[in-house]
């Protein structure tokens, strides 16, 4: 049984979830394409799911962890590792941060997916570490660990920037 009742409801549905789905794809350096096709297919998994949700909590938890794995799947299969993405090869256009961030959201950009997943899922959508853990598999202490590392890292890479500290 899905998690909507109709065709309108399903449609407010995706429009909830689809950004944040796509914005986890993008911290993993996905192009448009495949954090597109993740995006459907997390729709569908839910669709075939039988899985019923107490709480908005809940329902973003299991989608931020089917996105997440289906993001792994697609970054260790054999066709991505032999080919190179036309992304790659054009300007990445990334629509969900102001003009303005551009010089944070490059340098996060450049963090290793581990810093970058844990960066997204704090700061961006406003999980605790222990959420964090849960959700990607790791201790509490290894995601505030990751998250120190990464702000570490910024903080030197963004240092003289206009980006310190107010």
């Known amino acids: 049984m899905p998690v909507w009742k109709d065709a309108s ?9 689809s950004g944040m789905i796509l914005r986890l794809c993008f911290t993993y350096s996905l192009g448009r394409a495949d954090a597109q096709d993740i995006c459907q297919n997390v729709f569908l998994k839910l669709l075939q799911s039988d899985r019923r949700f107490d709480s908005e909590g809940e329902t973003r938890a299991f989608i931020i962890r089917i996105t997440i794995n289906e993001c792994k799947d697609v970054l260790k299969s054999g066709w991505r590792r032999r080919s190179v993405p036309l992304d790659e090869l054009i300007e990445r256009e990334v629509p969900f941060l102001p003009e303005e961030n551009t010089g944070v959201l490059a340098a996060v950009q450049r963090l290793p997916v581990k810093y970058r997943e844990a960066v997204y899922l704090y700061y961006y959508e406003g999980y605790n570490a222990e959420e964090i853990a849960a959700m990607v598999g790791a201790k509490p202490a290894a995601v505030r660990q990751r998250l120190a ?11 003289g920037s206009g980006y310190e500290r107010v």
Not at 9 to 17: H, I, K, N, S
Request: hydrophobic share 40%; no cysteine.
């Open 9 to 17: 409801d399903a449609a407010a549905f995706v429009r909830r979830y």
């Open 149 to 159: 590392r990464a702000r570490e890292k910024l903080r030197k890479e963004l240092e």
